[in-house]
């Protein structure tokens, strides 16, 4: 089965700072793997992807993810921080489809991390 | 990028009424899409994945008579709450997913407030 694991439940940085929200992940075969941002009582908004190619992936907002596969980490990064950027983040993996398609697309979260930036 | 869409934002209802959650893809036809509930300052909570056309996948643990979730067309899926009880009060995220492709980035919905008094 596979899992995902974001080992800090909190992330505190100073805006201007650079951040980083780790994720780490099990899977049986190719891993695909999502990183999502949510926004107090919002729905969940994609940041960037990795499925196969550059190990450095970019994304929305100047944020950037390294696949990194010895490690089965991929940590979600920005090089300046904003206040703007508070909230929570969540890694996802996602499954890869049974005979029948039935679970086609299925992501499994991380408990998710919440990033403070400090004016 | 696509737009899922959720309606109500919010909603109360009484304790043993039934509430009914609709989730539109706007910009693109969704074959499979997902519900979720997710507890304050917790993780998501895949609920059930349904392909249009046929009946959802309910993940262990959910009762799928108590919520039925209907994927009639390409563009909307339903999530009723059947008999709700306050228990059921919490915070439902659909997602939505186009074409077979793996890559394809799945999209999610804003989100809907269940409150049962």
């Known amino acids: 089965a596979q899992s995902v694991a974001q080992p800090e439940d909190q992330v505190n940085v100073a805006e201007g700072n650079p951040l980083t929200v780790k994720c780490t992940y099990s899977?049986?075969?190719?891993?695909?793997l999502f990183w999502y941002v949510q926004y107090p009582n919002r729905g969940l908004q994609f940041l960037l992807k990795?499925?196969?190619?550059?190990?450095l992936v970019k994304g929305s907002y100047g944020f950037e993810a390294e696949f990194n596969k010895s490690q089965t980490s991929f940590h979600l990064k920005k090089p300046s921080a904003l206040v703007s950027d508070s909230a929570l983040y969540f890694c996802?993996?996602?499954?890869?489809?049974?005979?029948?398609?039935?679970?086609?697309?299925?992501?499994?979260f991380g408990q998710g991390t919440i990033l403070t930036v400090h004016p | 990028g696509a737009v899922v869409s959720q309606h109500p934002s919010w909603v109360i209802c009484k304790s043993g009424t039934s509430v009914k959650i609709e989730c539109r893809s706007l910009?693109?036809?969704?074959?499979?899409m997902f519900w979720y509930r997710q507890f304050p300052k917790q993780s998501l909570m895949l609920m059930a994945t349904?392909?249009?056309?046929?009946?959802?996948?309910?993940e262990q643990g959910v009762e799928k008579d108590k919520f039925l979730i209907n994927h009639a067309s390409l563009t909307l899926s339903t999530l009723t709450v059947t008999s709700a009880h306050p228990e059921d009060s919490s915070f439902y995220i659909c997602?939505?997913?186009?074409?077979?492709?793996?890559?394809?980035?799945?999209?999610f919905g804003e989100g809907s407030w269940l409150t049962v008094v």
């Open positions: 997602s939505a997913r186009s074409g077979l492709i793996i890559g394809n980035t799945i999209y």
């Open positions: 899977v049986s075969g190719n891993p695909y």
């Open positions: 990795y499925i196969t190619g550059d190990n």
């Open positions: 996802a993996v996602r499954d890869i489809p049974n005979a029948g398609g039935t679970s086609y697309g299925k992501l499994t």
């Open positions: 910009d693109f036809q969704a074959t499979t």
């Open positions: 349904s392909n249009e056309g046929s009946k959802a996948t309910y």
